[in-house]
C-alpha cells in the first residue's frame, strides 16, 4: 500500500469489498479460489435479538442450525457479561470460529444513557469498535432515533454530531470497522449527513422497515440508489412478524432489484420477531429462500 495516498471513501470501500470477497468462504467450506469466475456467497446473517438470546453466547451454535446464515449480529452492552469485558469478546470468537460463522457487525454500542449526541458518545462508539475489531466485525450500528436524531434545518443540532463522527471515524478506519447509522432521518438526510461527516469509515445502516415506521415509506426503496453502494455499510431485513414473501410495508422483491443494481454485495442482516427461537430458525429458513431467489451477488 501507498501510504502517501490520501484515504477515500472509495478506496476505503474497495478494499473492504476486496476483503470481503476473499474471507467470503471462511467457515463455510468455501475456498477464494474456489469461487473464482462464480458469484460471492450470499452474506446473510441473523440479529441476537430476533434469536430471543442477547447476551447468550449459545446464539453462535444455534445460529449455525439454519442453513444459509453466516453470521450473527451481536449487542456490545447487553447481556452480563457482555462485548465490554474482552473475556467475553474472546469467547464470542472462539464460537464464532468453532461454528464456521461470522460477526459481521455489532448493535447496541451505546452505554447505558448514553446518546448520539451526549458528551461521551466517542467513548462509547471507541469501545465498541475495540470489540469489533477484536471479533473481525466490520460496523458498528449507531443509532440515533426521534428527538435523539439532529434536526437537520439546524447546524447547532446536526453540528456537534458530525464534529464527533468526524472525531472518531480515523479510529473506527484504522480498525477496518464502519458506523453505520441507523436513525429516523430520510434517506436525503442521511446522504446529508455521511457527506458532511465525509470519511469512509462513517455510513448508513439502512433498514426500508424503518424509513417507511418513520413517515419516509416512499422514500424508502428509491433511497438505495440515492445513497448508493459507497454509503449504504449494511441492510436489516425485516417484514414485522411476518415473512418477507407476505405482503408488508416494503415490497422487498423491488427494494432486493435495486440492491442489485447499485452493485450492493454486502451483508443482509434479520432483524425479524418471532414467537420463539424455534420459531425463528423455521421462518428463517423460509426467509433465505427469499433472498436466494431475488438477490444476484456480484461474480469474483
Known sequence: MNHSQPLTR????????????????WGTGVSAAATDGQ?????????????????????????ARIPGIRGVELQATSGQANLRDPDVVRQYKREADRW????????????????IHSPNAADSLIKSIRAAEALDAKLILAAFFRQD????????????????LKAVAKT??????????????????NKRLVDWVDHPAVGVYYDLHNMDFYGHGDDAIPGIKLLGKGRIGMVHVKNGDALLEEPGPIDWAAALKEFNEIGYDGWY?????????????????????FLQQHVRMPVL
Open 172 to 189: 473506527a478506519g484504522d480498525a477496518g470497522v464502519v458506523i453505520g447509522l441507523e436513525n429516523s432521518l430520510s434517506p436525503a438526510d
Open 269 to 289: 442482516v434479520y432483524e425479524s420477531k418471532h414467537d420463539s427461537t424455534e420459531d425463528c430458525l423455521a421462518d428463517t429458513a423460509r426467509n433465505n429462500a
Open 39 to 63: 458469484p460471492i456467497p450470499l452474506k446473510i446473517g441473523i440479529r441476537a435479538a430476533s434469536l430471543q438470546m442477547l447476551g447468550d453466547l449459545n446464539v453462535i451454535r444455534t445460529a
Open 100 to 115: 464456521g460463522l461470522q460477526i459481521p457487525s455489532l448493535a447496541g454500542v451505546w452505554d447505558r444513557g448514553v446518546k
Open 10 to 25: 472509495r478506496s476505503f470501500l474497495a478494499g473492504a469489498s476486496a476483503f470481503g470477497a476473499l474471507t467470503a468462504g
Open 149 to 164: 436524531a439532529p434536526d437537520m434545518t439546524r447546524e447547532e443540532s446536526y453540528g456537534p454530531v458530525v464534529a464527533m
